[in-house]
């Protein structure tokens, strides 16, 4: 793990910005102050940010309802995504998506989906255009556990195989599909195992260490990049929240959840960079403060900020093939 500082500054502000953003979105949940459902991402911070940075700014991704992580670590402004949360016109969708249907082509985010493994065609899709117009550019789906049961899954990896499209499926195994545990449900054992029949290259990764996901995505981007080929990286990880803001949560034992908060993403890379003396805690907890006020503010600025005229209601909805 050699990182120089600007690069571990940017990855700390992406993390604390994750889990700021999904703090205030709890809450202001709580509190009524959001229409819809809000899927938060706190807990599975560094594995948006392990990958997304290792990207390059033509690449694309695709998200699930889950998304407001992989959408801020792709930089899609704070604003933009309080705006949509809030459904006002600043935000990235005009405020017509709502939490869980981020989407900023400018950044190569094409798409948050509420349909589960719905992004990985899309993905696939996204590659096999580049590939088609001789470009070196890659694309990354993120997707849960549950996803690998649903047909899209299968479908996708043996496509991306069969015409080498250079697609990093990403599994954020996070322990459950909604209410059912991963011990119960995924029958192959691990996801990775459901790679090898399709002949598709996987690696399994510690999805709390940002540093561990790096050096995997750096390698399998590469490799997809250069070769063409998928591949699938399982990050093991644990969600904090529930299925979605308001689940009781009545089936996580508690000892489960006091372990991996043990190894929390922030608290792993706050030890990580401190002890050999790569940044201090001071570095740390300004940029920290820094990403509570600019969440703080992005939340304010959506409040404030106009709603979408009813006139719109059917514009973006149909596109013109010419
Ligand atoms: C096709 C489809 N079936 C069912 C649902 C309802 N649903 C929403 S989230 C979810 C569980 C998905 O779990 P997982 O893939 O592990 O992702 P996580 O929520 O843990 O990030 C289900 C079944 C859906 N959105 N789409
Ligand atoms: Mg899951």
């Known amino acids: 793990m050699i ?13 604390t910005r994750i889990r700021r953003f999904e703090e205030r979105a709890s809450t202001d949940k709580e509190a009524d102050l959001l229409e819809g459902y ?8 560094a594995i948006a940010t392990g990958i997304i940075t290792q990207l390059r700014a033509d690449d694309w991704i695709t998200s699930t309802y889950r998304n407001h992580g992989h959408s801020i670590a792709r930089d899609v402004p704070l604003e933009a995504m309080t705006g949509e949360l809030l459904g006002r016109t600043t935000g990235v969708c005009g405020g017509k998506g709502g939490s869980m249907h981020a989407v900023d082509q400018d950044l190569g985010m094409i798409g948050g989906m509420g349909i589960v493994a719905g992004g990985m ?6 590659a096999l255009a580049a590939r088609r117009r001789g470009q070196d550019r890659v694309a990354v789906t993120f997707f849960g556990d549950g996803a690998v ?18 697609v990093i499926f990403v599994c954020e195994n996070n322990l459950y599909a909604e209410t059912t545990a991963v011990d119960y449900h995924l029958i192959a054992g691990s996801v990775i195992a459901m790679a090898e029949p399709y002949g598709v290259h996987a690696t399994q990764v510690d999805g709390m260490d940002v540093f561990a996901v790096r050096d995997a995505a750096e390698q399998l981007i590469a490799r997809a990049r250069y070769t063409g080929r998928p591949a699938l990286l399982e990050a093991m990880t644990y969600r ?5 803001e308001g689940d009781t949560q009545t089936y996580k034992p508690p000892q489960e959840v006091a372990q991996w908060r043990a190894r929390d993403p922030l608290l792993t890379f706050r030890r990580r960079v401190t002890e050999p003396g790569l940044l201090t805690h001071g570095d740390l ?14 939340f304010a600025a959506a409040a404030l900020a106009p709603w979408p005229d009813p006139s719109v209601l059917l514009t973006d909805v149909y596109t013109e093939i010419s």
């Open 121 to 126: 065609p899309i993905a696939a899709g996204a």
């Open 149 to 166: 049961h649903q047909g899209a899954f299968h479908e996708s990896m043996t496509f991306a195989a069969l015409f080498n499209c250079p």
């Open 38 to 45: 809000i899927h938060n991402y706190s807990g599975q911070e």
């Open 3 to 15: 990182e120089d500082r600007d690069t571990l500054l940017g990855l700390w502000q992406r993390m």
């Open 240 to 244: 904090y929240g529930g299925q979605y």
């Open 285 to 298: 907890d300004e940029v920290a403060e820094r990403s509570r006020v600019e969440v703080a503010d992005a």
